[in-house]
């Protein structure tokens, strides 16, 4: 594409990782780029750099003299700062856009609010293993304009709602929405705008895209009457449709009524039905760039479960330990109790609050007699013993604290039992991250004696 950035005045707003790579290739693209965070810490981490122009105070006069704003994940559309750029008529575009501009190749994007990243690694392991040259990045934690290569390779993008609801230009080649269930209501507001960011996704494509879309989602099975432009591949872990679905651990495509095999999946380590799911959403979008099915078949057997997903951890006496530190959301911590249905479960809920409901979750957790103890910590505690409370749910334990949440459960297994880590929620209240959740779980198994 050509160059629309060189001589260009241009704002970075979000100074994290993506923010740190945004500036690094406008600066490449000869931009007269200008940087703000409204951390003051991050800022002063940029005081010492002299290549960027540093913002320690946005006002209406800097971003009137603006031509582009780039906004990192992390700044919402209905910000001040970005309401009034486009009051300005300043184009406004987010680090996935900018990326995306100058990306030589094909674009894969990935979305859902359950079971991205696992199937971009998939897929990833799967081109990979049939020697296709393919880059991982996105929300995974690899920013899209830090991985831009100067030639032609296969993009596998896992893009969020934070990332698509800025987005304007955005065309991958191929699409994929894998689910839609509440989440990040604390930055959406509203289960509808949501979707429609998740829906951005495709908003761009035409005839020649494809879109695969979930048909075990109700949501995404509403798209079936609307008219889209890319071409729609369904995928069911549930039934026979038409296109890919899984019978008997075995993976098939069905056009016109014809069925063809792909792949045997029995020795999968990605254990759950969500999993297969996530595998049949490689399989449509790998056998969509050509590959053989021999190589999706090794490949989906070889692939190791990504850490923080259902990993399990060790056997302390008698007792499973397993770290689904990444369920982040109550639809995430379902499906991972779905798993885990002959062994008696102790699970572990809490953290930060998104603004989810843990009614659906509530009721789920009663329902399966598996389950012989919930021990709830963190700020969504009285929150989820609300959801408890209505309809009368009395086996849980309400912990001070992570840790004694840990011990408690530690004290109350025997053998045989599963101790499960997913707590449906964000882990900001204890921790940086679902990944330092996730290793002091570790840790602590690691240190029972």
């Known amino acids: 594409m050509k160059n629309i950035f060189k001589n260009k005045n241009v704002l970075v707003i979000g100074l994290k990782k993506s923010g740190q790579s945004s500036l690094e290739l406008l600066s490449k693209l000869d931009a007269i780029c200008y940087a703000y965070d409204d951390n003051k810490d991050v800022l002063k981490q940029f005081a010492t750099q002299n290549k960027y122009n540093l913002i320690t105070q946005l006002d209406e006069d800097i971003i009137k003299i603006m031509d582009y704003i780039v906004i990192s994940p992390s700044v919402p559309i209905n910000s001040e700062w970005v309401k009034l750029a486009k009051l300005y008529g300043i184009k406004v575009l987010g680090e996935l856009e900018l990326a995306s501009l100058f990306a030589k190749g094909k674009m894969v994007s990935i979305t859902g609010s359950n079971g991205k990243t696992t199937t971009c690694s998939l897929i990833y392991h799967i081109l990979k293993s049939s020697d296709q040259h393919c880059v991982l990045c996105g929300n995974i934690g690899e920013p899209f304009t830090e991985n831009l290569l100067p030639y032609k390779t296969t993009y596998c993008v896992e893009t969020?709602?934070?990332?698509?609801?800025?987005?304007?230009?955005?065309?991958?080649?191929?699409?994929?929405?894998?689910?839609?269930?509440?989440?990040?209501?604390?930055?959406?507001?509203?289960?509808?705008?949501?979707?429609?960011?998740?829906?951005?996704?495709?908003?761009?494509?035409?005839?020649?895209?494809?879109?695969?879309?979930?048909?075990?989602?109700?949501?995404?099975?509403?798209?079936?009457?609307?008219?889209?432009?890319?071409?729609?591949?369904?995928?069911?872990?549930?039934?026979?449709?038409?296109?890919?679905?899984?019978?008997?651990?075995?993976?098939?495509?069905?056009?016109?009524?014809?069925?063809?095999?792909?792949?045997?999946?029995?020795?999968?380590?990605?254990?759950?039905?969500?999993?297969?799911?996530?595998?049949?959403?490689?399989?449509?979008?790998?056998?969509?760039?050509?590959?053989?099915?021999?190589?999706?078949?090794?490949?989906?057997?070889?692939?190791?479960?990504?850490?923080?997903?259902?990993?399990?951890?060790?056997?302390?006496?008698?007792?499973?330990?397993?770290?689904?530190?990444?369920?982040?959301?109550?639809?995430?911590?379902?499906?991972?109790?779905?798993?885990?249905?002959k062994k008696p479960l102790i699970l572990l809920l809490g953290g930060?609050?998104?603004?989810?409901?843990?009614?659906?979750?509530?009721?789920?957790?009663?329902?399966?007699?598996?389950?012989?103890?919930?021990?709830?910590?963190?700020?969504?505690?009285?929150?989820?013993?609300?959801?408890?409370?209505?309809?009368?749910?009395?086996?849980?334990?309400?912990?001070?604290?992570?840790?004694?949440?840990?011990?408690?459960?530690?004290?109350?297994?025997?053998?045989?039992?599963?101790?499960?880590?997913?707590?449906?929620?964000?882990?900001f209240d204890y921790f940086k991250s679902f990944c330092e959740r996730g290793d002091a779980f570790i840790d602590y198994v690691n240190n029972i004696k």
């Open 160 to 341: 969020s709602s934070f990332q698509l609801e800025s987005v304007d230009m955005f065309k991958p080649n191929i699409a994929g929405i894998l689910n839609i269930t509440p989440n990040h209501l604390d930055r959406h507001l509203t289960f509808e705008k949501y979707a429609e960011a998740k829906y951005n996704i495709f908003r761009n494509m035409t005839g020649t895209g494809t879109l695969v879309l979930n048909y075990d989602d109700k949501n995404l099975r509403k798209l079936a009457d609307a008219k889209i432009k890319p071409k729609v591949v369904w995928i069911s872990a549930e039934k026979e449709i038409d296109g890919y679905f899984v019978k008997d651990e075995k993976v098939y495509f069905k056009h016109k009524k014809k069925v063809n095999f792909i792949a045997d999946i029995l020795q999968r380590k990605l254990v759950g039905s969500h999993n297969l799911c996530n595998i049949l959403f490689a399989v449509a979008v790998c056998k969509k760039l050509k590959v053989k099915n021999k190589d999706i078949e090794k490949a989906i057997n070889t692939f190791v479960p990504l850490k923080h997903r259902l990993q399990f951890v060790k056997n302390v006496n008698g007792v499973d330990y397993v770290n689904d530190s990444k369920s982040t959301s109550p639809d995430s911590t379902i499906k991972a109790i779905d798993t885990y249905q």
């Open 352 to 427: 930060s609050n998104k603004n989810a409901s843990f009614d659906k979750l509530a009721k789920k957790i009663k329902a399966n007699r598996n389950i012989k103890l919930v021990v709830v910590s963190g700020d969504t505690s009285k929150k989820i013993i609300k959801s408890f409370s209505k309809i009368g749910y009395k086996n849980f334990y309400k912990a001070n604290s992570f840790a004694d949440g840990l011990e408690y459960a530690t004290n109350q297994s025997a053998s045989g039992d599963t101790i499960l880590l997913s707590p449906a929620c964000a882990s």
